[in-house]
């Protein structure tokens, strides 16, 4: 019972921490659209937001290591993808990827005022509820990865509620890599589960995170269900073998 008052108080101190840190950092970040050059502009967005997370992360007791920088080749731009375990994964996901990057994400986080302006500046907005909402984001994500940003994607969709390493993915992240001619990063994030449980509402404690970039891995000479199935068994078995 204690654990469980604990974990509730520190979610509180967490949001209240996060909301302060992010009105500091907010003016910053939007000066990231000044920038006539837009790869530029995302990469001054980005280390922004790396600031950000690394000091709040510290804050909140949930320190993160990075491994695998190294797998990103300079001037090549990948498409990433990563498992969701929590809502902790979507603030780390993005600022800790070596250069610009943007995210896939949902178009209704986009309408939320002032954090709304911020979100838009990072990801790509879908409604994946209309169809024509799904088209628009996949072309637009083409487009981003041309001009020499990265693509950040859950192929889970949604958070993993099972009792499995994974959920199934879906397609998406994969048509995408193929049909941009993009190496994709594997990306495991360790830890969130534990610090916020899927299944508990309203809830964290202070634990050490891990975010491992794996191999590239190519999408040349492969269709997209044998690429999601070995990008899955990747993943799989490194978030498996650090749990």
Known sequence: MLKNIFGRIWALWALLSFTIT???????????????DEVKGQNYFIWVSRVWMQSWLYLIGCPVKVLGKEN??????????????????????????????????????????????????????VDRNKENSRVKSFEAMRSTLKKGIHMCIYPEGTRNRTGNPLKPFYDGAFKLAIDAKKE???????????????????YL???????????????????????????????????????
Request: hydrophobic share 45%; with cysteine; proline share 7%.
């Open 22 to 36: 992010f009105l500091i950092i907010f003016i910053p970040s939007m000066l990231s659209y000044l920038y006539k």
């Open 205 to 243: 404690v202070p634990k050490r995170l891990k975010m491992i970039f794996l191999n590239p891995v190519s999408s040349e000479n492969i269709d997209t269900k044998s690429l999601n199935k070995k990008v899955f068994d990747i993943m799989s078995e490194e978030f498996t073998k650090n749990q």
């Open 72 to 125: 990103f080749e300079k001037n090549k731009t990948y498409v990433i993808v990563y498992n969701h375990n929590a809502l902790l994964d979507v603030p780390l996901s993005a600022p800790f990827v070596p250069g610009g990057n943007k995210t896939i994400a949902k178009a209704s986080f986009g309408k939320v005022p002032i954090f709304g302006w911020f979100y838009k500046r990072g990801g790509i907005m």
């Open 184 to 202: 994709i990063i594997p990306c495991v994030i360790i830890g969130t589960n534990k610090a916020m449980p899927v299944k508990k509402t309203f």
